[in-house]
């Protein structure tokens, strides 16, 4: 590679792999800084909790890297990554015995539902079908850059087809409306569920959109899991950026991006070395942390400034990974085993839970979603066992050290302060497990090995996951499309010419897809075309 690279990727998550794959297939000559050891950021996984068993870090199935046309277009499977999937896609517990299922089959699914409540099932095949109209478009328009016009057009053309503006006001439709759809809750355990996968309410607009999206993505590519682990994605991610001339260097903190005449023309690293740059810098990073720590003041407007002190982050997250020596002795165990696992009861006890998060409560009965990886991926433990993990959102860590109000502070697990130090991690993770307990007896007693991963420490590992949260901010509507990550500055380009924000801080936000990484790559490519970055010596 030339000692002056075209680009600069800051950050080797999937955003930044995918961003530096879209520009050496251009052509360009591209170098990626990653302050970790390792890359991958939120992709990860290790044998760190119990020997022979693999767990992934931090995020696990990857519903939308299925859907998403910018990783399929990749076509990693040519670089060693494989995709495995669970019998059933999600399950979730009914509280009054038995399961919620999503199969692959959406028949099988369909069919489950009636057994519950007849009719549901004919209804469930009604938004299938509405999906196969719409949903491609749908996907597409969402992840690429604001406005989608030409995606949005496709989505236009095909809305009579599923009743027009009425499809509209219900993918407007807050989850919990949309459970009312059906007879039964199961179709609406799942729905809502889903939702709970962001911040956005359950009786807030835009959580019917998340949670129809996740479950109908569910219902037709599958909650998929890379074979051998989280890690495998980043690794096919890598190998296809090196065998194409990209450079991966890790342990190599970018700590400024040098500015000249209002352009990004170089970065500086932790260790002081100067790297020049030819024509563009890809942050993926947080927004907070490439306009208040990468660049200086004076390099950025100060309306930005003033609007960035109104960015909002998701809430935090604590995980926990268990290494079982059985499967999860489940009281009744579901008709197909499913990969994911949602830990709600009710829909009232689901919006209970989120709602305590959202009004920064640490909650009584937090809801989990679970993953059993090893139905899902049998490479992942020995043959009889399961690897198995759950996460929640918590509030954020008080800054200022002060205690979170505890819904569960009669828990028998005790107090939870929410500062997230060590006790409170552990004193949590019990509170987790009850839970899963509650449902699965003797869950405790078929535990090898336990890791429980706190905010600190998923921030401590990437950066990006600033006090635990794995969005690169809220999935709430007022910090979406053109607010994102701050009004006025919706798509990859920043006020500096030359510099690109391709983290899951810009549009379309979290989630494993790789449009923000694309969406920056693609900005990058037209300034070049249209002479706004021209090659520096």
Request: charged share 20%; aromatic share 4%.
């Amino acid at each position: 590679m030339s000692s002056t690279p075209d680009a600069v990727v800051i950050g080797a998550g999937p955003n930044g792999l995918v961003a530096a794959n879209a520009l050496v297939d251009a052509g360009w000559s591209v170098l990626v800084l990653e302050a970790q050891p390792e890359p991958g950021g939120a992709v990860r996984s290790s044998e760190d909790v119990h020997p022979g068993f693999v767990h992934d870090t931090f995020s696990s199935y990857y519903p939308l890297a299925a859907a998403s046309p910018t990783i399929q277009g990749l076509q990693l499977e040519d670089h060693g990554l494989v995709w495995r999937r669970a019998p059933a896609v999600l399950g979730h517990p009914r509280p009054d015995g038995g399961w919620a299922l999503l199969h692959p089959d959406r028949q099988v699914t369909a069919a489950l539902m009636d057994e519950q409540h007849r009719g549901d099932g004919a209804e469930w095949l009604r938004v299938c079908e509405q999906w196969d109209a719409v949903g491609d478009q749908l996907v597409r328009a969402l992840i690429t850059p604001f406005p989608p016009v030409r995606h949005g057009l496709g989505l236009l053309a095909r809305l009579p087809r599923v009743g027009g503006l009425q499809f509209v006001r219900t993918l407007l439709t807050p989850a919990t409306d949309l459970a009312r759809r059906f007879g039964g809750d199961s179709p609406g355990l799942l729905l809502a569920g889903n939702a709970a996968h962001t911040d956005v309410p359950l009786d807030a607009a835009g959580s019917g959109l998340m949670g129809l999206l996740l479950t109908m993505l569910g219902q037709t590519v599958g909650y998929p899991v890379p074979e051998g682990g989280a890690g495998a994605l980043t690794r096919a991610l890598v190998r296809r950026l090196e065998s194409r001339g990209g450079e991966l260097r890790c342990s190599s903190r970018v700590e400024h991006v040098e500015v000249v005449h209002g352009r990004a023309v170089a970065v500086r690293t932790e260790q002081g070395e100067r790297v020049p740059v030819g024509r563009a810098v890809l942050a993926d990073v947080l927004a907070p942390a490439l306009y208040r720590r990468l660049l200086d003041e004076g390099d950025v407007p100060a309306r930005t400034h003033r609007a960035l002190e109104r960015f909002q982050l998701d809430p935090g997250t604590v995980k926990v990974d268990w290494a079982l020596d059985g499967p999860v002795p489940w009281r009744e165990t579901p008709a197909h085993a499913p990969g994911t696992v949602h830990v709600g009861g009710s829909l009232a006890d689901m919006n209970q839970s989120l709602g305590q998060v959202a009004s920064g409560s640490i909650p009584e009965h937090p809801f989990l979603l679970m993953g059993q990886t090893t139905t899902a991926d049998p490479t992942r433990s020995p043959a009889g066992t399961e690897a198995a993990w759950a996460y929640t959102h918590v509030p954020q860590p008080h800054a200022d050290g002060a205690d979170a109000p505890d819904a569960g502070a009669d828990s028998p697990s005790g107090r939870v302060t929410g500062r997230w130090d060590r006790d409170d991690n552990e004193r949590f993770a019990d509170r987790m497990q009850q839970r899963i307990e509650a449902l699965a007896p003797g869950f405790g007693d078929r535990v090898l090995s336990r890791r429980v991963t706190g905010p600190h420490e998923m921030q401590a590992a990437d950066e990006n996951l600033a006090g635990g949260a794995i969005n690169g901010g809220t999935a709430q509507l007022h910090q979406q499309l053109v607010f994102r990550p701050v009004p006025g500055l919706g798509r990859a380009e920043t006020p500096v010419a030359g510099l690109f924000l391709a983290s899951a801080s810009a549009h379309p936000g979290g989630g494993v897809h790789g449009a923000p990484g694309k969406n920056a790559a693609r900005a990058a490519l037209a300034a070049a075309r249209t002479g706004r970055l021209p090659r520096r010596p």
